[in-house]
Nanobody, 124 residues
Framework: VQLPAFGGGLVQAGDSLRLSCAVS????????MGWFRQAPGKEREFVAA????????YYADSVKGRFTISRDNPKSTVNLQMNNLKPEDTAVYYC??????????????????WGQGTQVTVSS
């Protein structure tokens, strides 16, 4: 199973970035997909999740209204559109695949497969 994430970079506060994760080695439509992030010196935290069919989404309060998660099941990809970026969004961003109950889709321990991460740095 591979979940390479790409699209990270160095941007200024207020800019936008779009992260993507191309998944292979599993039946993509059977998995909830999530994005998590880890800032230097901090624990990894939930960012967003999208349901198997794509119609349900769930966001951390810190990104609600600025980030949008989406998926393309025929292409086995999951995306994270990040707008109005802030310095506190600086982190390594990881995509993950799992089968959590939807109410628990923010729980890292319920995701079985993880990508290698992509760095997002937001300067003030």
């Amino acid at each position: 199973v591979q979940l390479p994430a790409f699209g990270g970079g160095l941007v200024q506060a207020g800019d936008s970035l779009r992260l993507s994760c191309a998944v292979s080695g599993l039946t993509f439509r059977n998995y909830v997909m999530g994005w998590f992030r880890q800032a230097p010196g901090k624990e990894r935290e939930f960012v967003a999740a999208v349901a198997r069919g794509g119609s349900g989404t769930y966001y951390a309060d810190s990104v609600k209204g600025r980030f949008t998660i989406s998926r393309d099941n025929p292409k086995s990809t999951v995306n994270l559109q990040m707008n109005n970026l802030k310095p506190e969004d600086t982190a390594v961003y990881y995509c993950a695949a799992g089968t959590p109950a939807w109410s628990a889709s923010n729980l890292e321990r319920l995701y079985s497969y993880w990508g290698q991460g992509t760095q997002v740095t937001v300067s003030s």
